[in-house]
């Protein structure tokens, strides 16, 4: 087939996916592999290449591989210091990708990736400035300034969760305290409903060890407590939604990853908060709205979009 | 002479400078006049257009005219609800000396005339991600992002004097509370002063209305108190630009206006709070160093060197 593919590899500290999309964002073919089947990177990549190489025979025009991982750097093509894959400290993986397979191979990290699936595969093809926001385990960013991917002089710019927006506040993995993401995802939400679950009569209290997505099913049932837990955490995202603007100025802000999939429950209260914080200028200039690619594999799409951007 | 000449007009809420800049920065010609002079934008337009045309008769080549402004938009043109200035609510200035003068003109803020000015003229030449600060009533700033001005959707983009730094702190102008503007910032350092005064013996007690530039000169003579509200001051922008590194990773910030000429006190105190709060990837990346320009007329140079961008 003439139609240019591109490979996308989504690395994750479980699973690694590696996919070959078409232009319309199809995944014409795609493999998986646990993570833990490789003790290095360059096991990883040596075990992969000729499997690339192979599957490549399928098509014509192959226009490179682009793989997305935590702490993926795009202008040192490393891995650089991810704890949840158990791998090397810094793993130059462009480079061991280019040697072992002739390809264009570029790295960025994964919530950069999901910022690439939207500008090319979702609903930001016509906007120069957007936030993609994954809400997972923790809270990743991927900001698009002019058009292009905000990667500032290190390439780990962009880091929203990272903001602190409460200083003396919850311990942040980072070593800090207080970040947006301590508040502001999966585990922040569940820290949220355990201390409030202190004082409550909620059914969660009778679940020992409840995920997020019990919190958003608990709520649907009208949950009190839950609902309480979700409208903090809104609020506070909302709140940083406002500020942010007054730095970025976006015309929109998706939402993505797996608490983004109750969106329903999150977006009014997000909403509701940053109008009430947003500087009068920007008022009524932002949307907040689910990413197109929620349930899809945005990951290993946006890892192939890199490649055409 | 054959060198191109662009113009710069830097409009503040007192004095209107106007300037013949050449491509080495040098002014070769310069006007200037009170703001209140005229008492709209059209007016002032009507005025100058044709003393720009005659001044324009000794070069051969004008790039065209820069202008920098209390809310100038870069957009639409328009400089849009500037109190200061004490003109019209919307004022669309570049239409207003285009069809005047017959040359192309673009608006930018005062913040991003001085990262232009630093841009073109002064120390950052060579740097594609920076950001000026300009500390004087007010906290502005011009970030720099793949080696263009962050306008944002709006063209309002950039605002760092208005992040939140204080949930339910200081009164700002905006209508909000806990800008970093009403911590750092000529006014905010005269509030910090005056909390500080009510229990103390510093000198400055003894004045009535001190300027900011009291605060540091009492300082230099080893005022405990203005020291310890410097320091404070210091502090809050330190830990502000540990944040704003997590989003824009720039590699230096360039402190300029009125508090930044007292760049000595107040830049070892920014470092070490920067230091303290920064995440550990971004740690010794960032240079903080006063302006190249702090004593030129960095407003007008930048109004002029945005036509050489």
């Given at each position: 087939?003439?139609?240019?593919?591109?490979?996308?590899?989504?690395?994750?500290?479980?699973?690694?996916?590696?996919?070959?999309?078409?232009?319309?964002?199809?995944?014409l073919?795609?493999?998986?592999?646990?993570?833990?089947?490789f003790?290095?990177?360059?096991?990883?990549?040596?075990?992969?290449a000729?499997?690339?190489?192979?599957?490549?025979?399928?098509?014509?025009?192959?226009?490179?591989?682009?793989?997305?991982?935590?702490?993926?750097?795009?202008?040192?093509?490393?891995?650089?210091?991810?704890?949840?894959?158990?791998?090397?400290?810094?793993?130059?993986?462009?480079?061991?990708?280019?040697?072992?397979?002739?390809?264009?191979?570029?790295?960025?990290?994964?919530?950069?990736?999901?910022?690439?699936?939207?500008?090319?595969?979702g609903?930001?093809?016509?906007?120069?400035?957007?936030?993609?926001?994954?809400?997972?385990?923790?809270?990743?960013?991927?900001?698009?300034?002019?058009?292009?991917?905000?990667?500032?002089?290190?390439?780990?710019?962009?880091?929203?969760?990272?903001?602190?927006?409460?200083?003396?506040?919850?311990?942040?993995?980072?070593?800090?305290?207080?970040?947006?993401?301590?508040?502001?995802?999966?585990?922040?939400?569940i820290?949220?409903?355990?201390?409030?679950?202190?004082?409550?009569?909620?059914?969660?209290?009778?679940?020992?060890?409840?995920?997020a997505?019990?919190?958003?099913?608990?709520?649907l049932?009208?949950?009190k407590?839950?609902l309480?837990?979700?409208?903090?955490?809104?609020?506070?995202?909302?709140?940083?939604?406002?500020?942010?603007?007054?730095?970025?100025?976006?015309?929109?802000?998706?939402?993505?990853?797996?608490?983004?999939?109750s969106?329903?429950?999150?977006?009014?209260?997000?909403?509701?908060?940053?109008?009430?914080?947003?500087?009068?200028?920007?008022?009524?200039t932002?949307?907040?709205?689910p990413?197109?690619?929620?349930?899809?594999?945005?990951?290993?799409?946006?890892?192939?979009?890199?490649?055409?951007?």
């Amino acid at each position: 087939m003439k139609d240019k593919i591109s490979i996308g590899i989504d690395i994750g500290g479980t699973n690694i996916e590696i996919g070959w999309v078409n232009s319309d964002g199809k995944i014409l073919n795609q493999v998986n592999y646990k993570t833990n089947k490789f003790k290095t990177g360059k096991e990883f990549a040596n075990f992969i290449a000729p499997i690339i190489l192979e599957e490549n025979k399928k098509y014509d025009n192959i226009l490179g591989i682009g793989i997305g991982a935590p702490n993926g750097n795009f202008f040192t093509g490393s891995i650089e210091f991810a704890p949840n894959l158990g791998w090397d400290h810094v793993i130059p993986l462009t480079k061991l990708f280019e040697q072992n397979t002739g390809l264009k191979t570029k790295l960025t990290n994964d919530a950069n990736a999901a910022a690439y699936a939207e500008m090319i595969y979702g609903n930001a093809k016509q906007m120069k400035n957007f936030i993609v926001i994954t809400l997972g385990t923790g809270l990743g960013s991927g900001i698009i300034v002019n058009g292009k991917m905000l990667y500032g002089s290190t390439g780990f710019a962009g880091e929203l969760g990272h903001v602190i927006i409460n200083e003396n506040g919850r311990q942040c993995g980072c070593g800090r305290k207080g970040c947006l993401e301590t508040y502001v995802s999966a585990t922040g939400i569940i820290k949220t409903t355990k201390e409030l679950l202190t004082q409550s009569n909620s059914v969660l209290k009778k679940t020992a060890n409840f995920e997020a997505k019990d919190i958003f099913s608990a709520a649907l049932n009208g949950d009190k407590l839950a609902l309480k837990a979700i409208e903090f955490t809104s609020k506070i995202l909302g709140k940083a939604i406002a500020d942010y603007t007054a730095l970025f100025s976006p015309e929109t802000v998706f939402l993505t990853g797996g608490l983004a999939k109750s969106h329903s429950l999150l977006i009014p209260s997000i909403k509701s908060a940053m109008n009430n914080n947003m500087l009068k200028i920007f008022k009524n200039t932002v949307e907040i709205i689910p990413s197109k690619l929620i349930d899809d594999n945005a990951g290993l799409l946006g890892a192939a979009a890199m490649m055409r951007q």
